[in-house]
């Protein structure tokens, strides 16, 4: 299992990028944290997730 903001799913063995699709992230408008470590947009495919593994989504909003 994998927590994607606190909740489980079962990603393991599945890339950053198939996990953001299955759960309908705009990958334009987001950036990814695996482990507290920044996963960079370009190595999303690559990115392989291992049961344990802690990823946090999150969005940009714009303001000011």
């Known amino acids: ?14 890339s950053v990028a198939f996990m953001l699709d299955s759960l309908n992230y705009d990958r334009t408008k987001i950036a990814v944290e695996l482990n507290e470590d920044i996963v960079p947009k370009q190595t999303y495919e690559e990115t392989i997730l291992k049961n344990g593994d802690v990823v946090e989504v999150v969005s940009f909003v714009g303001g000011g």
Not at 1 to 14: C, F, I, P, T
């Open 1 to 14: 299992m994998v927590k994607v903001n606190g909740e489980s799913y079962e990603m393991d063995g599945r």
